[in-house]
């Protein structure tokens, strides 16, 4: 006896996937790619799922961040901390897709703060204009650019700050003057676009010694004074 086996088509399976992004995310990045397999050759998968956040690419089942205002981590609300989606994908079989379903959970990380502390320079009173001052270090553990800036409002006058580099120095013209101003303080704050951190930056003006000055000053002596007179 000869039996004859039928070919059934297989429904696609598709695991509970885990990813995870970061909440400075901006539209259209990448949070990952959805994975699925089905047994049955030449099977097509369509991937979807419904979220106000992400979106998801039917075809490729690639993740993406679909509105960026919303990803937003607060530590006092679970809710913006992780998402939990359903998820499903299907397959191309005529009449009826066959269909199976997973939980895809995006974790959001917490974007941290750039890290600055407090540093000290000195610089000598007689320095050269636009002589560099120092330059202010600041750290950003998820390694996003860093923008400077002076935020207090003493001194403005004597010291420029590069947004860029971090680097101070003496604006052309600066007058720096130990006996009248011997510590200039400034307050900087570093940002990386998100979160900010400040720290105080001092700078020591050192003495130099200056030539004495001798002032002109003139006489009028009589014609007949005696030898000693005063």
Known sequence: ???????????????????????????GTVVGTLVASDQDAGSVL??????????????????TVSDETKLAYDPDDPATQSYAINASVSDNTAGTPLTDNAVLTINVVQNGAPTILPQTFSIAENALEVATV??????????DPITWSIVSTEFLDVVNLSAITG????????????????????????????????????????????????????????????????
Do not use: C, W
Not at 1 to 26: G, H
Not at 46 to 63: K, R, Y
Not at 203 to 218: A, C, F, H, K
């Open 167 to 230: 680097q101070m120095s003496l604006k052309q013209g600066a007058i720096l003057d130990h006996e009248a101003n011997p510590v200039l303080t400034y307050t900087v704050q570093v940002t990386d676009g998100d979160k900010s951190a400040q720290a105080v930056i001092t700078v020591n003006v050192t003495d130099v010694n200056e030539s004495p000055e001798i002032t002109t000053t003139g006489f009028d002596v009589p014609e007949n004074t005696t030898s000693g007179a005063v």
């Open 1 to 27: 006896a000869t039996v004859n086996l039928t070919d059934v088509p297989e429904a696609p399976v598709m695991a509970d996937q885990t990813f995870s992004i970061r909440e400075v995310a901006t539209n």
């Open 46 to 63: 369509s991937f979807a799922f419904t979220s106000d956040v992400f979106q998801v690419n039917a075809s490729t089942g690639e993740i």
């Open 134 to 143: 120092g330059d202010i270090l600041a750290t950003d553990s998820e390694n």
